[in-house]
């Protein structure tokens, strides 16, 4: 089976019955080693959700790892919109925290389970490739999965290291972004609004919506294109060159500043247009057709695959840090298509640009606490004038008629 690797969820799950869009499936019915824990577990994702059976299995590691070892395994018996039309995929290989395992922390990932068994280190590595080739290629563009460790020979030059701020997602403090070497002058916690995330699972590079407007802005403004149409940054559209253009020149690099672990420093990595102008389709005999590789998001920037496949990208769970190295297979027609550089001060960023609080609303957080406030008043005076004894009493006489109309208006509260 050919799993998707995922940092962005903590479930080990595979196809478990037939599905009109997988080619294989894993019958447990089939295993002498499968024992299924009967308990249901449902998994959302940004784009999709599945529902399936918790059970366990053994597994061996072709390379380097020797012996067996007992993982929790889910088999997926519905899904909807997850097993897509023309995917390549299985099933799905969570590598996130635990915090994130469904139905609960308690089931022990995939990855945890290999550390405590296998006596690994807590560390793990990732390389995509695929920078500038057609996104619906046929077969693979390769890549690796180093588990427990660093592979020197799958990056070129430093590695550099950003504190992971908590341990759910791979969750990291981004200070700035640049469009062509333009600093968009945001509030940094615009950058984090509610999360900033390290995700191999989501395909693009994902922006708060404030921010992709403003990338977006920039992008138009500093390329070589006088007129674009809207539905290409939306994603509606495709952008369609003849096939001996390049349009990549046309288009600027796109910095991403990321806290160091010395927190005065930051250093910054950058992708050419090579990685976010990405061919889809050709079109008869002349025409290459691109989309863009970045989308707004509602709840958080997420560094896809669409950043991802610059880099060589450490996961180093032991001292709760993210590394960025440049990967040698990060080239197009033989020129490197990523950056790494720094270090670079944050005297001119915030001391944290993480806020506990989402800060793309503070308008409605204010209102919110404005009138509860107020509600809370009300409330306190109802409460004490209830509680105050009267001074006289009424008696009604036959004069005095009550009826719904005058009893609203003599008896309700002034």
Excluded at 48 to 73: A, E
Excluded at 214 to 237: D, M, N, P
Excluded at 374 to 388: E, R
Aim: charged share 15%; net charge negative; hydrophobic share 40%.
């Amino acid at each position: 089976l050919n799993i998707l690797v995922d940092t962005g969820s903590s479930n080990f799950a595979v196809a478990g019955v037939p599905d009109p869009d997988v080619t294989s499936y894993f019958n447990p019915e089939l295993s002498s080693t499968y024992r299924s824990q009967g308990i249901e577990v449902t998994v959302k994702y940004s784009q999709g959700s599945w529902t399936g059976v918790l059970g366990t299995d053994v597994i061996t590691m072709p390379k380097g790892l020797y012996g067996s070892y007992t993982i929790n395994i889910a088999t997926i018996l519905e899904s909807e919109n997850f097993f897509l039309p023309g995917v390549k995929w299985h099933g799905i290989l969570g590598l996130a925290y635990d915090a994130l395992a469904k139905p609960s922390s308690s089931v022990e990932t995939f990855f945890d389970s290999l550390v405590r068994q296998a006596k690994i280190p807590n560390i793990f590595s990732l390389q995509m490739c695929g920078a500038g080739l057609p996104v619906s290629g046929s077969g693979t563009n390769g890549g690796s999965l180093v588990l427990g460790g660093v592979e020197p020979s799958l990056y070129t030059g430093d590695v550099w290291y950003t504190p992971i701020k908590e341990e759910w997602y791979y969750q990291v403090e981004i200070l700035k972004l640049e469009v062509g070497g333009h600093n968009l002058e945001l509030d940094c916690r615009e950058y984090n609004a509610d999360k900033a995330i390290v995700d191999s699972g989501t395909t693009l590079l994902r922006l708060p919506e404030k921010v992709f407007s403003a990338v977006v802005q920039a992008i138009a403004r500093t390329s070589l294109i006088q007129e674009f149409s809207s539905g290409f940054w939306t994603g509606s559209q495709l952008a369609c060159w003849d096939r001996t253009e390049k349009p990549w020149s046309l288009f600027p690099k796109l910095s991403i500043y990321l806290r160091d672990e010395n927190s005065s420093r930051s250093f910054r990595i950058s992708i050419l247009p090579q990685l976010y102008i990405q061919p889809i389709l050709v079109i008869g005999d002349n025409l290459q057709c691109y989309r863009f590789g970045i989308s707004s998001s509602t709840n958080a920037l997420v560094i896809g695959a669409t950043v991802m496949e610059g880099f060589y990208v450490i996961f180093d769970r032991a001292q709760r840090r993210v590394g960025f190295a440049v990967s040698p297979c990060a080239e197009a027609d033989g020129s490197p298509v990523s950056e790494i550089e720094g270090p670079f001060t944050t005297a001119d960023v915030a001391s944290n640009c993480v806020s506990s609080v989402s800060f793309h609303e503070p308008v409605l957080w204010i209102a919110s606490y404005a009138l509860m406030s107020l509600c809370g008043i009300i409330l306190l005076v109802l409460i004490v004038l209830l509680l105050i004894p009267p001074r006289c009493q009424h008696r009604y006489t036959d004069n005095d008629v009550v009826n719904d109309e005058s009893s609203l208006v003599r008896h309700r509260w002034k």
